[in-house]
């Protein structure tokens, strides 16, 4: 006869538990957000202090090019992986909201004339 086999059970995760391990990847995420929006202001204003021309790159490319940075050099750890993971819902939530705003500003306008 065959033998029988034995699946490993798997402990169920507490969701306090889970939401505590995607905090450094968030603070992470936002950490580089923010490291894009410095970066966008300070290179501004040197190639502008400088004379030089330079385009205004918006902070969310700044954000993008230094997350490759860091992931292709030096990696993430994995502490972060989990919170880093969750970018697609703040990157979905963002346009919509940006979205809203936008609409939002256009009924505001057309209500006062």
Excluded: C
Excluded at 67 to 96: C, D, H, Q
């Amino acid at each position: 006869m065959a033998d029988a086999i034995t699946v490993p059970q798997v402990q169920p995760v507490q969701p306090a538990l889970r939401f505590l391990r995607i905090i450094p990847g968030i603070l992470l995420l936002a950490a580089v957000g923010y490291a894009g929006k410095l970066l966008e202001q300070n290179v501004g204003a040197y190639a502008k202090a400088h004379h030089w021309t330079f385009p205004n790159i918006e902070y969310v490319l700044w954000a993008i090019v230094l997350g490759l940075v860091i992931s292709n050099t030096i990696g993430v750890p994995e502490i972060f992986r989990s919170g880093m993971a969750t970018y697609e819902f703040w990157l979905k939530a963002g346009i919509v909201l940006l979205g809203a705003r936008f609409l939002l500003g256009d009924i505001l306008k057309l209500a006062i004339f």
